[in-house]
């Protein structure tokens, strides 16, 4: 997939951005280029490349399907039966509230989940599938419907490198649209730091799940929020409301935020294992390339 030139790109866009989008695909490009091509495969069969096994011949069986060779050994007709490759519609969720706007280190959650969505849009499209995007931010969610051609890919770099993370979530909004819209059943792939109540996205993902899509979560984490390394007297303010500051003993703090942590992370963890949804954790510095490759090489095995 080429790098597509300035005039495909909306003039209105910054300099800066464009630049931000000419990265964003190049380093999809880079992530998913030499991993396993293909995340799906469909056991209904039809017409394809790929062999599967023969079967007595029943009529209404097409005759060109006849296997001629193993009839005349057997003394009896039989048909070949093939895999028929079907193409996946992948629907990403990205959550662009506020909490995702923490960084340790030079990149943020929000970096992280926009890198990962964009790899795993690329490697859609690069294998004939399509891609859509559902961007959960502040003020309202920007979707976009699954499309497989390279111009609705710039799109989803677009949405993905304009966005500022800011606001309260709405991710459970976006996931609740998508599971308005009764759509063909496919992959929804959620990308968030999962920092906000449970039960508001846990029910639109049974939704999604209950209508045949399967859901997969890449959790993006922070060191710092992991590990909650402060010692002294600290200002704290959330990211998703603006004008609100607590101070706070960081030090007597830090022995109960670590166990709440804890329990929240295997919670998630237990939640996903009982309803058969990967969930992917990701860190916010972690090479994308890494991550992506060692969950399709988990998912593959799964599969086998």
């Known amino acids: 997939m080429t790098t597509p030139a300035d005039s495909s790109i909306s003039p209105l866009l910054r300099p800066e951005t464009r630049e931000a989008l000419r990265r964003l695909e190049l380093y999809a490009r880079r992530t998913v280029d030499g991993l396993l091509h293909g995340i799906h495969r469909s056991r209904r069969k039809g017409i394809s490349a790929e062999f599967d096994h023969h079967k007595n011949y029943q009529p209404g069986d097409p005759i060109r399907h006849v296997d001629w060779k193993v009839s005349a050994r057997l003394d009896r007709l039989y048909v070949k039966r093939y895999l028929e490759d079907t ?8 959550d662009a509230s506020g909490s995702m706007g923490q960084r340790t280190g030079e990149r943020s959650l929000y970096d992280q989940a926009a890198r990962l969505a964009a790899a795993l849009a690329y490697l859609a499209v690069r294998q004939g ?8 931010d502040g003020e309202r969610v920007q979707w976009l419907p699954a499309a497989s051609t390279q111009s609705h890919f710039v799109q989803i770099l677009e949405r993905l490198a304009m966005a500022r993370p800011g606001g309260q979530d709405r991710l459970a909004v976006a996931l ?8 063909p059943r496919g992959l929804v792939a959620v990308f968030s730091d999962l920092m906000f109540d449970p039960d508001a996205i846990r029910r639109p993902m049974n939704r999604l799940r209950a209508a045949g899509h ?4 890449f959790q993006v984490l922070d060191r710092d929020t992991e590990r909650f390394p402060f010692n002294r007297w600290v200002i704290f303010e959330p990211r998703e409301s603006s004008g609100r500051r607590y101070r706070l003993d960081a030090l007597s ?13 295997a919670e998630w963890q237990e939640w996903t294992r009982r309803r058969d949804i990967h969930l992917v954790e990701v860190q916010a510095e972690e090479a994308v390339e890494t991550a992506l490759g060692l969950y399709l090489a988990r998912r593959s095995g799964a599969e086998a």
């Open 176 to 183: 609740n649209a998508l599971a308005a819209r009764n759509e």
């Open 129 to 136: 599938d399509s891609a859509g995007l559902s961007l959960a």
């Open 87 to 94: 193409a996946l519609a992948v629907r990403l969720a990205v």
């Open 253 to 265: 703090l830090r022995r109960l935020y670590v166990e709440e942590y804890r329990v929240w992370r």
């Open 214 to 217: 399967e859901v997969l979560i």
